[in-house]
């Protein structure tokens, strides 16, 4: 009986419909339904235009003003969008069903309920009266007085109440004269829109527009505010343009009450080969210095798609004070050279190449100009590697770079270095010799009187390199042991140096890299003279399941049978026999549990070289324990404590104490709370670090408000913790 009126139903209000000369495209579902209730499965549609009408009873007037009434449960459905009420009405004048009680409509990313709704067939659109409305794709809901949606996904409502908070809580709402909600570009605008927190009005537009999900959108963004001792109060008001969907910027007025306004913009842009960034931060008066200040950023990268390669990197600053002054950060502030370069570079299977010209600004006033690094104008770099037919793998790297600063010998710089390798590799263990042959020569300007001005070197290498790779079942655990030796000796001849100059070449310091490296020094300006042997041994505990390194552990040191007689200026000859012994190990055996140990330590009295170690724990994303110890002889001695760790429901204690054991004094140190309901946060930091490379203090406290799904308000704290305590993350959970 049902399904029959539902037939008839339909074929009345076709009828009705025909004698209007408005042709409607109805169709009925026939199907007994199991329940009263109206929002069953829909049934697939032949024309996804066309509506299906479904009705309990029918009623229906023919004439000159013909009318049908359905009662009984009413469903229409078009395409993925649902409305159902208790009655509705027809009015093929306005071609429009008026429903009325219990109203409801559904469509993949909005549910609604009011009193009355109007469905105009034909243009798609439908209005309600007294509704609570929810957005599926933004956990937003809310109620409005009138709300009115179109087949485009375009909501709008007349006076609207807003939040993502659950319906039990409205922490923060936001009420407007009305607001439109694109949902399909995630974009709300609002007019006479007030924002409150806890009943308390915090801010008030006229006009606002907003995003209702990760869509981007033109606008002023939530402003910043913060203090900091050397600079005062500060506040920063960013506007972003969303110029299209591949290029945007932001600008960024900046006051500092200790300094003065402060403007910053930054442009990004991003097409199918290209994509960089251009910044400038503009300060036209420092109160404090009486001086305008600045700070230039491009950087941009090219792929051609045919190998070739470019990349830019050119960084400008008024002064060498304008990070300490201005940066933000002891990392910021403790640079000392800015990189200028720009190259292009080619990579196929075999080979590469590599062409650029670089330059530095030096902003450490504490190097002085024979110090400052040279420039490269220009470097052209060049690796290849070839097999033959009978197993020799035939290298070559080459260099042409002419090397340029005000101060000191200046010229170009010309190196070679073929070789010849034998790869022998079977499952367990693997055997390399090579040969190489190492040629340089320079010409050079700017030398003293009586100096030569045309260099050359040439020194043969050659090398043994070869290791084990052995393993073992582990009780039947699932994991798996591994005992991984590994041997390198190498020959250099000695070969006088000390007429060449030193453009780039510096004594790295020893790790486990360095280990198996032939040459001891880093550039090509020296040659390191030896006959050495370098071992260590790796062992590892893996997941046979997975893959995962649970364990690695690796020691390795170097023999000598020769003193090293090639030195770098200044420097002394060598005569130990051996090198520091160097130690790593990283624990990832229990789930929550991460651990880091490198040592560097050598025999006899010498003590402890370098050690390093980092312990974490972090049984939840909001327990997070960090503990970190470095040394270095002569130079640092550092302790850092970090952590996240709930004191409460909803309350973090946050922080970072960061302290050197060598002057005594703590080097940056922040605590704070951080508070999480269901749709907001807040987080409260107070900072006090150096900020200048002299050792000058600065303190800060921070404030931000976060209106989850909406906004946050205040400073940008949650940049600190993320930068200082290792693990944590910005999203409030």
């Given at each position: ?535 260590g041994i790796t062992s590892r505990i893996l997941d046979v399941s997975t893959g995962r ?103 973090n204690f946050v922080g970072r104490y960061n302290y050197s054991f060598r002057d005594r ?36 406290f921070g404030l931000q408000l976060v209106l989850k799904g909406m906004t946050s308000v ?20």
């Amino acid at each position: 009986m049902y399904s029959k009126t539902l037939i008839s139903a339909c074929l009345l209000l076709t009828a009705v419909n025909a004698a209007a000369a408005e042709p409607l495209s109805c169709q009925t579902a026939l199907y007994e339904p199991v329940s009263g209730d109206p929002f069953l499965p829909p049934t697939p549609l032949a024309n996804p235009d066309s509506i299906q009408l479904e009705a309990g009873s029918f009623e229906a007037q023919l004439g000159a003003s013909p009318t049908a009434i359905m009662t009984g449960g009413v469903v229409l459905r078009r395409g993925d969008k649902l409305a159902g009420a208790e009655t509705a009405r027809y009015d093929p004048e306005q071609k429009a069903l008026h429903l009325e009680g219990g109203v409801r409509y559904e469509d993949p990313g909005t549910q609604i309920k009011s009193r009355s709704a109007e469905f105009g067939y034909v243009s798609g659109r439908i209005r309600f009266e007294g509704a609570e409305f929810s957005m599926s794709s933004s956990n937003s809901r809310g109620v409005a007085d009138a709300l009115e949606i179109n087949q485009n996904g375009l909501l709008t409502l007349d006076g609207v109440k807003y939040t993502t908070c659950p319906p039990d809580s409205e922490d923060w709402l936001m009420q407007g004269e009305s607001i439109e909600l694109d949902t399909n570009l995630g974009v709300g605008t609002a007019r006479g829109m007030k924002l409150q927190f806890k009943g308390v009005p915090i801010l008030y537009a006229p006009y606002l527009s907003f995003p209702i999900g990760d869509a981007r959108k033109s606008g002023v963004l939530t402003p910043e505010i913060g203090s900091s001792g050397r600079s005062g109060n500060e506040i920063r008001v960013p506007w972003y343009w969303n110029i299209a969907p591949n290029y945007d910027a932001t600008i960024t007025p900046r006051l500092l009450t200790n300094r003065g306004m402060q403007i910053a913009a930054e442009f990004r842009y991003l097409s199918e080969r290209n994509e960089g960034i251009v910044a400038a931060d503009y300060l036209p008066d420092d109160d404090i210095i009486n001086a305008a200040r600045h700070q230039l950023r491009f950087e941009h990268r090219t792929l051609f798609g045919n190998g070739w390669r470019n990349q830019i990197d050119l960084r400008d600053v008024s002064d060498s004070q304008y990070y300490e002054d201005l940066g933000g950060s002891l990392s910021l502030s403790s640079t000392t050279h800015l990189n200028r370069s720009v190259q292009f570079d080619y990579y196929s299977p075999n080979f590469s190449v590599l062409g650029q010209v670089q330059d530095y600004q030096t902003i450490d006033d504490a190097i002085t100009p024979d110090q400052e690094p040279y420039r490269r104008l220009p470097q052209i770099l060049f690796k290849g590697g070839w097999k033959t037919p009978v197993g020799l793998r035939f290298g070559m790297g080459a260099e042409l770079v002419n090397f340029d600063r005000d101060v000191g010998v200046t010229g170009w710089r010309v190196n070679a270095a073929p070789k010849l390798e034998l790869p022998i590799s079977r499952p367990g263990w693997f055997i390399t010799p090579a040969i190489e042959f190492d040629y340089t020569q320079y010409k050079l300007s700017n030398t003293l009187p009586g100096e030569a001005d045309d260099l050359e070197r040439s020194v043969p290498i050659s090398s043994l390199d070869m290791g084990l790779v052995l393993e073992r079942s582990m009780n039947n655990s699932g994991r798996i042991q591994t005992i991984e030796p590994r041997i390198l000796y190498v020959n250099i001849p000695f070969r006088d140096q000390d007429g060449l100059p030193v453009f780039d070449t510096i004594t790295p310091d020893i790790n486990l890299v360095q280990l198996y490296r032939k040459n001891r020094y880093l550039g090509v300006d020296r040659i390191g003279d030896t006959e050495q042997m370098s071992f260590g041994i790796t062992s590892r505990i893996l997941d046979v399941s997975t893959g995962r390194e649970l364990m690695t552990a690796t020691i390795g040191q170097t023999r000598y049978y020769d003193d090293r007689r090639v030195t770098l200026p200044g420097a002394t000859t060598e005569t130990t026999e051996t090198s520091d012994y160097i130690a790593q190990l990283r624990f990832l055996l229990f789930k929550n549990v991460n651990f880091d140990f490198g040592h560097q330590w050598g025999t006899g009295a010498s003590g402890t070289t370098k050690s390093e170690a980092r312990l974490q724990y972090r049984p939840a994303n909001n327990k997070i324990l960090n503990f970190a110890y470095r040394f270095r002889r002569d130079s640092l001695e550092q302790g850092d404590v970090s952590w996240v760790w709930p004191v409460g429901r909803h309350w973090n204690f946050v922080g970072r104490y960061n302290y050197s054991f060598r002057d005594r004094e703590v080097l940056e140190q922040f605590f704070g709370l951080e508070y999480e309901s269901c749709c907001w946060g807040l987080r409260l930091v107070s900072r006090r670090h150096i900020s200048t490379r002299d050792g000058t203090r600065d303190s800060s406290f921070g404030l931000q408000l976060v209106l989850k799904g909406m906004t946050s308000v205040g400073t940008a704290a949650d940049k600190l913790l993320e930068r200082g305590i290792l693990g944590y993350s910005a999203d409030l959970r």
